[in-house]
C-alpha cells in the first residue's frame, strides 16, 4: 500500500477519534451545565414563592398584590417564550441562554432593591417583576434545542425524562435554601441576593463552556481530513451532525406552512391546563398550608417540597417507560386521570402525614405528563421543523403560560369568598380539560 495513502488513513482515523471523544465530553458538559442553569431559574421562582410568608408579615405585601406579581410574571413569560422561540432560532440559542441567566439575575435582584431605596409606587414593581418573566422565558426554548441537537432522537424519552427533572430539582434547592434562611432569620435581601448571584456565575461559565451544537466542534477541523475520515469511518456522531446542519442550511420559503398545527395546538392547549395545576400548586402550596394547617413558614415549605420529589421520580420514570412502551397519549392521559385521587384526598384530608403522601403522589403523577408534552413531544415535533425548533417549544410552553398567569389573578378572589378548598375544584375541572385535549388528537388522529 502507497506510504502516502497509508498516511492519509492515519490522520482521518485519528480525527475520528479526536472528534467523538470531543462530542461525548461535550455532551456530558451540555446536559449538565443546561440542567443546573434551568434548575436555578426554578431556584429563583420558588424562592420567591416560600418568601411569600415572610413578603406578608414582614414587608406587609398583600395577598392581591402577589398574585398580580404572579399573573405579571407569567404573563410575560407566556409571550415572552414564544417571543424568545423565534429569537433562539434567528440569533443562536446559546445567546439566549446567556442573556436569560444574566437578565433573571439582574431583574429578580431587582425587587428587594426596590423595596429598600423606598419604591411605593407598584407599577415599577410590574415593571420588574415583567422583565424578570421577560429574562426567564430565554431558558427554557434556548436550553431544549440545544439538547435536542447533541442527543439522538431515539433517545430523548430517557435523556429528556432525565433531564426534565430540572425543574423539580430547582424547585427543592429553592425550598431547601429559604427553609435555611428562614430557620436562621436571614435577612429577605439575602433570600433574593444568593439565587441571583448563582446565575450570575452560570450566565459565564455558560457562555465559555456551552456549545450550540455538535456540527460547531466539526466546523474547526480541517475539511479534507473530515471528508477522508467520513469516508472510511462508520462513525455516526458525525454522519448525524453533518446531515443535521445540511437540513438547517437548505432553504425554505414558507416554514409555518410545514407545521402540524393541529398538532401542536392540541398539545399547547393540553399543556395550558396542565401548567395551570402545576403552577398553582408551585406558587402557593406553602402558602396554603401554612394559612390552613398553621405550620410554621419552614415546616410548609419543607412539606410542600414533596411535590417536587415526587416530580423528580415522575419524570425519570416517565422516560423510562416511554422507552419500552413509546404510546405518548395513552400514558399521558392514565396519569392525569389518576391525578385527580390525590387531589381529592389533598382536599378532605387534614392529616399532616396523609398530606405528605398525597403531595409526593400528585407530584409524580402530573410531572410525567408534565415532561412529555412540555419537553419529549415538543422536540421531537419541532426535529421534523428544525430551522423553528425554538419556536415550536417556546409556543406549547408559553400559551401554557398565558393560562396560568391569567388563573393567578383570580386565586385570592376565590379564596377570600369561597376559601382555599374550591381552588381543589378548579384544579381538577383543569385536569379533565387537559385529558380531553389528548383525547381529542387521538381521535382525530
Given at each position: 500500500?502507497?506510504t502516502?495513502f497509508?498516511?492519509s488513513?492515519?490522520?482521518g482515523?485519528?480525527v ?32 420567591f ?14 395577598e ?24 433562539a432560532?434567528?440569533?443562536g440559542?446559546?445567546l439566549?441562554?446567556?442573556c ?6 439582574i431583574f429578580?435582584?431587582a425587587?428587594?432593591?426596590l ?12 415593571a420588574v ?19 435536542s441537537k ?30 435555611i ?10 433570600m ?7 446565575l ?9 463552556f456551552?456549545i450550540?451544537?455538535?456540527?460547531d466542534i466539526?466546523?474547526d ?11 472510511n ?5 458525525i454522519y448525524?451532525?453533518?446531515r ?22 392540541v398539545y ?10 402545576n ?21 410548609s415549605?419543607?412539606?410542600s417540597?414533596l411535590?417536587?420529589v ?5 419524570s425519570?420514570?416517565t422516560?423510562?417507560?416511554?422507552l419500552r412502551?413509546?404510546?405518548y ?10 391525578s385527580?385521587?390525590?387531589l ?12 405528605d ?5 400528585l ?5 410525567g ?7 419529549i413531544v ?8 428544525s430551522?423553528?425548533k ?16 391569567l ?12 376559601g ?5 375544584y ?20
Amino acid at each position: 500500500m502507497d506510504t502516502k495513502f497509508q498516511s492519509s488513513i492515519y490522520q482521518g482515523s485519528e480525527v475520528i477519534f479526536i472528534l467523538n471523544n470531543l462530542i461525548k465530553r461535550n455532551k456530558i458538559v451540555i446536559f449538565l451545565l443546561t440542567y443546573i442553569s434551568y434548575s436555578s431559574l426554578h431556584i429563583t421562582r420558588k424562592s420567591f414563592s416560600n418568601i411569600k410568608n415572610n413578603l406578608t408579615d414582614d414587608w406587609n405585601f398583600s395577598e392581591n398584590f402577589l398574585a398580580k406579581l404572579d399573573t405579571t410574571f407569567m404573563s410575560a413569560y407566556g409571550f415572552g417564550l414564544i417571543i424568545n422561540g423565534y429569537f433562539a432560532d434567528k440569533y443562536g440559542s446559546k445567546l439566549l441562554m446567556v442573556c436569560g441567566l444574566f437578565g433573571t439575575s439582574i431583574f429578580f435582584f431587582a425587587l428587594p432593591i426596590l423595596k429598600i431605596i423606598g419604591i411605593k409606587i407598584k407599577g415599577i414593581y410590574y415593571a420588574v417583576w415583567i422583565l424578570n418573566g421577560f429574562f426567564q422565558s430565554m431558558g427554557w426554548p434556548s436550553t431544549v434545542n440545544i439538547m435536542s441537537k447533541w442527543f439522538e432522537e431515539e433517545f430523548h424519552s430517557v435523556i429528556f425524562g432525565i433531564w426534565a427533572s430540572n425543574s423539580s430539582m430547582g424547585n427543592i434547592l429553592g425550598n431547601i435554601l429559604i427553609s435555611i434562611c428562614q430557620q436562621y432569620n436571614l435577612s429577605i435581601v439575602t433570600m433574593f441576593a444568593i439565587p441571583s448571584l448563582l446565575l450570575l456565575v452560570l450566565a459565564i461559565l455558560s457562555h465559555w463552556f456551552i456549545i450550540q451544537e455538535p456540527y460547531d466542534i466539526i466546523c474547526d477541523t480541517s475539511s479534507s481530513n473530515l471528508s477522508f475520515a467520513s469516508n472510511n469511518s462508520p462513525d455516526i456522531d458525525i454522519y448525524a451532525c453533518r446531515r443535521r446542519r445540511l437540513l438547517d442550511d437548505k432553504p425554505d420559503d414558507n416554514l409555518y406552512s410545514t407545521y402540524d398545527k393541529s398538532n401542536i395546538l392540541v398539545y399547547a392547549l393540553s399543556f395550558l391546563f396542565l401548567k395551570t395545576v402545576n403552577y398553582t400548586l408551585f406558587f402557593w402550596l406553602s402558602y396554603y398550608l401554612h394559612e390552613s394547617f398553621h405550620l410554621s413558614k419552614s415546616k410548609s415549605d419543607m412539606i410542600s417540597c414533596l411535590y417536587d420529589v415526587g416530580g423528580i421520580i415522575g419524570s425519570m420514570l416517565t422516560g423510562v417507560l416511554l422507552l419500552r412502551f413509546p404510546k405518548y397519549n395513552v400514558i399521558t392521559v392514565i396519569m392525569l386521570s389518576l391525578s385527580i385521587i390525590p387531589l381529592l384526598f389533598l382536599k378532605y384530608t387534614s392529616v399532616i402525614s396523609y398530606i405528605d403522601i398525597n403531595i409526593t403522589i400528585l407530584g409524580y403523577l402530573l410531572a410525567g405528563p408534565s415532561t412529555i408534552i412540555s419537553t419529549i413531544v415538543a422536540a421531537n415535533l419541532s426535529n421534523k421543523h428544525s430551522k423553528v425548533k425554538s419556536t415550536i417549544i417556546g409556543f406549547i410552553d408559553g400559551l401554557g403560560s398565558l393560562g396560568c398567569g391569567l388563573f393567578q389573578i383570580f386565586i385570592p378572589v376565590i379564596t377570600q369568598q369561597y376559601g382555599w378548598h374550591y381552588i381543589f375544584y378548579f384544579l381538577i375541572g383543569f385536569i379533565i380539560m387537559s385529558i380531553i385535549c389528548i383525547i381529542y388528537k387521538c381521535k382525530n388522529n
